[in-house]
T-cell receptor, first 112, second 112 residues
C-alpha cells in the first residue's frame, strides 16, 4: 500500500539556520503531496501542497518540490525562527478515496 | 467559512469506562469525515472514515467504534477503554473534489 517515510527527529537548529526535513513516498499512480504542521497542543494545519510532478509548494518561507523521479517531497526553509518549532508531517493523498497517509512526523526545535 | 469543532478538549477516564468524542463541521455539506489517533511519540493513525450518514469504514480493528448520525456529525466511541487508547484524537474533513483536509483542534484522552 501507499506509505510515507520521514526522517527521524528531533531536528535541533539555531535560529536563522537552514532547514531540510526529508520525505519520501511509495504510491501507485500520482498522488498529491502535503506538508502539515502541528504546534504544541493543537491540531494539524496545512503548510503547503503539490499536486503534480515538479510542482513547488510554498508558504511562510517553507518550500517543497514534488520530485517524481526520486519519489521525494523534502521540506526546506532558508532561515528558521523559534516560532517554527513544531512537529511537521509529510502526507500523500491517494488517487482513490482521498484518504491521507501520513509519515510519523519530525519534531523541529529551534533555539534562539 | 467552514469550521470544525471537537469536544471535549481533554478527558481523563479510568480503564474500563465508556468513551464518546464528538466532532461537528459547520459551513459545508456532505463532507468526508475522518478520525485519527496520535499516540505519544508516534505518527497519525487513521481509525475511521465516513463518506455519508451511517457509512463507516474501519481502518484498524480495535475496541473503538464510530458513528455518523447526521451529515456533519462524527462520533468516536468505546464501551470499555484500554490503557492503550490514550492519545490525541483528531477529527478531519475534506470537501470532495478538493485536495485539502482540514483538522479539528483535537481531544487529548488519558486513560488511567
Amino acid at each position: 500500500g501507499d506509505s510515507v517515510t520521514q526522517m527521524e527527529g528531533p531536528v535541533t537548529l539555531s535560529e536563522e539556520a537552514f532547514l531540510t526535513i526529508n520525505c519520501t513516498y511509495t504510491a501507485t499512480g500520482y498522488p498529491s503531496l502535503f506538508w502539515y504542521v502541528q504546534y504544541p497542543g493543537e491540531g494539524l494545519q496545512l503548510l503547503l501542497k503539490a499536486t503534480k510532478a515538479d510542482d513547488k509548494g510554498s508558504n511562510k518561507g517553507f518550500e517543497a518540490t514534488y520530485r517524481k523521479e526520486t519519489t521525494s517531497f523534502h521540506l526546506e526553509k532558508g532561515s528558521v525562527q523559534v516560532s517554527d518549532s513544531a512537529v511537521y508531517f509529510c502526507a500523500l493523498r491517494d488517487t482513490g478515496f482521498q484518504k491521507l497517509v501520513f509519515g510519523t512526523g519530525t519534531r523541529l526545535l529551534v533555539s534562539p | 467559512s467552514q469550521t470544525i469543532h471537537q469536544w471535549p478538549a481533554t478527558l481523563v477516564q479510568p480503564v474500563g469506562s465508556p468513551l464518546s468524542l464528538e466532532c461537528t463541521v459547520e459551513g459545508t455539506s456532505n463532507p468526508n469525515l475522518y478520525w485519527y489517533r496520535q499516540a505519544a511519540g508516534r505518527g497519525l493513525q487513521l481509525l475511521f472514515y465516513s463518506v455519508g450518514i451511517g457509512q463507516i469504514s474501519s481502518e484498524v480493528p480495535q475496541n473503538l467504534s464510530a458513528s455518523r448520525p447526521q451529515d456533519r456529525q462524527f462520533i468516536l466511541s468505546s464501551k470499555k477503554l484500554l490503557l492503550s487508547d490514550s492519545g490525541f484524537y483528531l477529527c478531519a474533513w475534506i470537501r470532495r473534489s478538493y485536495n485539502e483536509q482540514f483538522f479539528g483542534p483535537g481531544t487529548r484522552l488519558t486513560v488511567l
